[in-house]
Structures are given as structure tokens and as C-alpha cells.
């Protein structure tokens, strides 16, 4: 048995230490294990078939949140929530994290519950928090005016972020912030079905899709969300500070609207 093997065998005694811990988890950690200790010998299948003792069944993730590793998360899971109404009741008072403590509003989302268009932001910042609406600062003004240009009006696609509530000093939410509140996120995509998700920014990007790319290296090119065509772009917050990059982000919104059968004349 390597040094992994015995760290597993170890957990699976407990079974306590083994709550929440999905198969994905232990792959990824495996793989994480593995990449750091290039000395560790990889068991071959063989070896593993022949284990004495089944691995004991695992109880269920109690949780709807994403299983952090280093860097990777699994895939995370919908909030409970039967429709987007209740799920917004719930998010009003949601305290699963710290930054419920310090919000004015929460922000759950807002446009046409069955938009074919889904944009996703990172979270509130202080405009959004004091409005308890998404993106209604200097970003959502430019975030109007993409929408616009794109040939879409507000009211019928629908905004969202990774986390409900503002991060203070408009810092990147944690991943244990994003994985307690990103469950709500998949419920809305689960609920509203859109035909194309915009992602803006890396933030959504790492949540959702698990990637880890920077924006810049994401943007541009179609990537899949459960089936759905998601298109990463740069945030409007990034674009009002590099006005040079907003000719790619005309671009990536461009293949979007080519999605809909629309081009810009
Ligand atoms: N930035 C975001 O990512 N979301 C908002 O709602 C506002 C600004």
C-alpha cells in the first residue's frame, strides 16, 4: 500500500471522515496525491480488484455544495428548491456562510424565468447589494448595453451570479463561499433551461465549469454546461477598466447571437 492507499484506508475505518466524500473527490484527490509525490507508485487495476475488503457504502453528500481539492471541485449540486420564487425566499435569509452577516440584500437574480439567454456574473457588489438587484452598478450599465447591442432586451434574458450576496470590499468570493452558495445558481439553470449561458468573467467560469483557466485563454470559444452552450467573456467590470478588450468581447457576444439566428448590421 503507497502512502495514498493507506490514507484511505485509514478514512475508510471512520466513516464519519468519509461523509460527503464522493468518488469524484477521492479521484481528484487521488490525481492531486499523485502529481505531487511522482515517487508514489500508481496501483495498477489489478491490485485494486484484489483488495480484500469492499470499500463500505458511501452515505449520501449531505450537502448541495462542490467538494474542494486544491484547485478542482466536482460537479456541484442543485439547491433544493421547487421553483424560482421559493428558492429566492430562501436566499433572502440564507446564512450558510459569512457573507450573509454582512449583506443589505440578497441578490438571487432576475429576468424572464424561461430566458433562452442566461448571463452569470461573479457576485453583488455594492450597487447590487443595496438595490438587492443584479448588476445595476457601472458594470450593469455596460452589461445593458451588450444586452442591447446583441438585440435582446433585459427584461427577456435572465442575470444571475456564483454567490447571492456581496463578498465585502468586492473581493472574489472564497470557494467555500461559492460552494455553499453555488447550488442556488444550478437550481436557477435547472429551472429557467436557457438555450446559451454567458458566462462573465473567470469567476463563473472556475465555479461552474470547474475550469481554470484564465479569461483570457477561456474566452472566445464554446465550452458546455449539462448540455447547454456556454460562451465565457469577459466581465464588464474588467471591460471598463480595459477598453481594448471590448473587441473580443464583441466577438465571443457575436457567436452568441449567431446561436439565435441574429448578426449585427
Ligand atoms: N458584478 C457581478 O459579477 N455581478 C453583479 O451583479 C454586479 C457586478
Redesign the pocket.
Known amino acids: 500500500m503507497d502512502l495514498f492507499e493507506q490514507l484511505l484506508a485509514a478514512a475508510r475505518k471512520d466513516r464519519n471522515a468519509m461523509r460527503g466524500v464522493t468518488p469524484e473527490l477521492l479521484t481528484a484527490l487521488e490525481q492531486s496525491f499523485r502529481q505531487g509525490n511522482t515517487s508514489a507508485p500508481v496501483p495498477q487495476r489489478t491490485a485494486v480488484a484484489a483488495r480484500p475488503e469492499p470499500a463500505p457504502a458511501l452515505e449520501p453528500v449531505p450537502e448541495p455544495a462542490l467538494q474542494k481539492t486544491a484547485q478542482t471541485f466536482a460537479a456541484p449540486a442543485a439547491a433544493d428548491g421547487s421553483s424560482l420564487e421559493e428558492m429566492a425566499e430562501t436566499v433572502r435569509t440564507c446564512a450558510r456562510c459569512e457573507l450573509g452577516r454582512h449583506r443589505q440584500n440578497a441578490?438571487f437574480g432576475e429576468g424572464d424565468p424561461h430566458a433562452e439567454l442566461m448571463f452569470i456574473?461573479?457576485?453583488?457588489?455594492a450597487d447590487?447589494d443595496r438595490q438587492g438587484r443584479?448588476?445595476v452598478?457601472k458594470?450593469?450599465q455596460l452589461l445593458d448595453k451588450m444586452i442591447a447591442a446583441m438585440q435582446f432586451r433585459r427584461a427577456e434574458v435572465y442575470i444571475a451570479?456564483v454567490v447571492k450576496c456581496r463578498p465585502p470590499d468586492n473581493r472574489t468570493p472564497t470557494p467555500e463561499e461559492a460552494c455553499l452558495c453555488i447550488g442556488y445558481l444550478v437550481r436557477q439553470i435547472e429551472l429557467i433551461r436557457p438555450k446559451v449561458i454567458v458566462l462573465?468573467?473567470a469567476t463563473a467560469a472556475h465555479f461552474l465549469l470547474n475550469r481554470q483557466e484564465g479569461i483570457t485563454r477561456l474566452r472566445g470559444r464554446w465550452l458546455e454546461y449539462n448540455g447547454i452552450p456556454v460562451m465565457p467573456t469577459y466581465?464588464p467590470?474588467y471591460l471598463l477598466r480595459q477598453e481594448s478588450a471590448k473587441r473580443d468581447a464583441w466577438h465571443d457576444l457575436q457567436l452568441v447571437m449567431a446561436k439565435f439566428g441574429k448578426s449585427y448590421r
Not at 456574473?121 to 457588489?125: A, I, K, L, N, V
Open positions: 441578490v456574473g461573479e457576485g453583488p457588489g447590487e443584479p448588476f452598478g458594470a450593469g451570479n462573465l468573467g466581465h467590470a
